[in-house]
Each structure stands twice: as structure tokens, then as C-alpha cells.
């Protein structure tokens, strides 16, 4: 038997570590592009982080839009005005315009983005609405049902 590569899944998901882990079994996907490298964390229980490795890039080269459950991160350099006298030996920098898609879970949403030091930190949060949270509902014992049920109907009489 095979053994399949998931870690695709991992960098193109955020939220979705369980439904991964229980699809250990199927098969993996495509390789993904690899600029501008990046980390995905998570710092919580319901919290995460995107970071990617975006030196060279100003705030105003990027641009971060969530929609319809993924979060896209563009970003296109501005043409620099080469300079006279000046002569590249080597140039491996790459300033390349990029864009990067992640599928998110639902009720996830970013909080936050932060640019330092050449790392582009994106923050997410899974929210989960109150009606989906799960419920602790006691269990009372039938003969105190059918006593606090009588106590009730005779203070409504």
C-alpha cells in the first residue's frame, strides 16, 4: 500500500485540522506553489496564523480579502526607476508579484495583519455561533418531574 503526502492539504487549509486528520487514508493533492513560503500556526484552540515571507514588500504592495470562505494575500511591487551606474552582478531577490489563496473552515474570520521585519502575519479566529455551540442539558429523574409538574399546576389554580 501507498503511502500518501498530506502536508498539501495542511498548507492550503486553516480550520480544517480534524477533517484532515480523519483523511489520512485518501489520497493527497497537487503540490502547491512555493512564493512566497509561508508557515501556518496554531496559537489556540480556536486560533490561527498565516505568516508569510514577504521581504521587499511594502504595505501598500499587499492586499489581504477574505471571501466565500478563503483568504486571499496579492502582492505586486511597484516598477522600481533603475538607477544609472547601477549594475546587478546577481539579482535573486525575487520581487515577483504573487497571489496566495487559503480555504477556510466555516465561521472563521481574520482579526488582524501585521507587516515586521519582512513577515506578513495574517490572524484568524474560528467563531463559532451560539446556536452551534453544544448544550449540557440535565437530566432530571421522572418522579421529580411528575412532582414539580404538580406543583405547578396548583399555583396556576
Known amino acids: ?5 498530506l502536508s498539501p492539504l495542511f498548507r492550503q487549509t486553516v480550520g480544517f485540522d480534524r477533517l484532515i486528520n ?6 493527497g493533492l497537487e503540490p502547491a506553489p512555493n512564493y512566497p513560503p509561508y508557515n501556518i500556526e496554531r496559537t489556540g484552540e480556536h486560533a490561527y496564523r498565516v505568516t508569510l515571507a514577504v521581504a521587499g514588500f511594502a504595505r501598500e504592495d499587499l ?3 477574505t471571501r466565500e470562505n478563503a483568504l486571499t494575500i496579492r502582492g ?3 516598477p522600481v526607476q533603475e538607477e544609472p551606474g547601477r549594475e546587478f552582478l546577481h539579482q535573486g531577490i525575487a520581487a ?5 489563496r487559503f480555504q477556510l473552515a466555516d465561521h472563521v474570520v481574520v482579526t488582524g495583519a501585521a507587516l515586521e521585519n519582512g513577515l506578513l502575519h495574517v490572524d484568524l479566529v474560528r467563531e463559532i455561533p451560539e446556536a452551534q455551540k453544544p448544550r449540557r442539558i440535565d ?3 421522572p418522579a421529580q418531574a411528575a412532582v414539580d409538574a404538580k406543583v405547578v399546576e396548583a399555583k396556576a389554580a
Open 1 to 5: 500500500m501507498r503511502a500518501f503526502d
Open 22 to 27: 480523519n483523511l489520512a487514508q485518501s489520497g
Open 96 to 100: 515577483r508579484a504573487f497571489e496566495r
Open 139 to 141: 437530566i432530571g429523574a
Open 76 to 78: 505586486a511591487q511597484q
Open 63 to 65: 492586499s489581504i480579502e
